[in-house]
């Protein structure tokens, strides 16, 4: 079955850019959106943004509207992997960090386990 | 942007009894694009109603959804051990969000 991966380097300084990949592992990413979403300490879901592969040359992408622009998301569907860019981060944007799949039937139906990203210096 | 505003925060029951969540959405949620996770520590949420109502596949039938426009329900008929939790609704018919959650736990 379809199962995702997320890594990325666990602690960014604010100020600077976070990275975080996902591996989709059990499927193609193609004909599908896959989101990020982030979970604060203690608080809600917040989606981040998806990106959707139609083929294997181009990925369409849209974002929150109260992070777009700090955010980019891409992806290599030669690795089967999409990847999260963060600009500017600060303490505020210490989260657990989820990739995740949007089912074709509505909702988020397959996520990662989760990484814990902190911004700290 | 839709809020959804779900209540109560906390919800304390026995096992055996019946839990009614509630999300209330700041403007209606189109042809009933929302969905009902769980949620336990440490573990990522478990989609377990899209579409306002329908279950997804493997999921017991004591979870049950429902609504429309901007007020659903997500009620628990019997709760089991396993189902004390953290459940969030979330809305797909604009750009998703997610409500705060609603935790039920052990009385």
Not at chain 1, 14 to 34: A, K, M
Not at chain 1, 88 to 107: E, F, I, L, N
Not at chain 2, 41 to 65: E, H, K, M, N, W
Not at chain 2, 68 to 89: H, K, N, Q, W
Request: charged share 15%.
């Amino acid at each position: 079955q379809v199962q995702l991966q997320e890594s990325g380097p666990g602690l960014v300084k604010p100020s600077e850019t976070l990275s975080l990949t996902c591996t989709v592992s059990g499927g193609s990413i193609i004909n599908y959106y896959w989101s990020w979403i982030r979970q604060p300490p203690g608080k809600g879901l917040e989606w981040i943004g998806y990106i959707y592969y139609s083929d294997s040359s181009s990925g369409s992408t849209n974002g929150n509207p109260h992070l777009k622009r700090r955010v980019t998301i891409s992806g290599d569907t030669s690795k089967n992997q999409f990847s999260l860019n963060m600009s500017s981060v600060t303490a505020a944007d210490t989260a657990v960090y989820y990739c995740a799949r949007d089912g074709v039937s509505g909702g988020f139906d397959i996520w990662g386990q989760g990484t814990m990203l902190t911004v700290s210096s | 942007e839709i809020v959804l505003t779900q209540s109560p925060g906390t919800l304390s029951l026995s096992p055996g009894e019946r839990a009614t969540l509630s999300c209330t959405a700041s403007q209606s949620v189109s042809s009933n694009f929302l969905a009902w996770y769980q949620q336990k520590p440490g573990q990522a949420p478990r989609l377990l109603i899209y579409g306002a109502s329908t279950r997804v596949t493997g999921i017991p039938d004591r979870f049950s959804g429902s609504g429309s426009g901007t007020d659903f329900t997500l009620t628990i008929s019997r709760l089991e051990p396993e189902d004390f939790a953290v459940y969030s609704c979330q809305q797909y018919g604009s750009s998703p969000t997610f409500g705060q959650g609603t935790k039920v736990e052990v009385k």
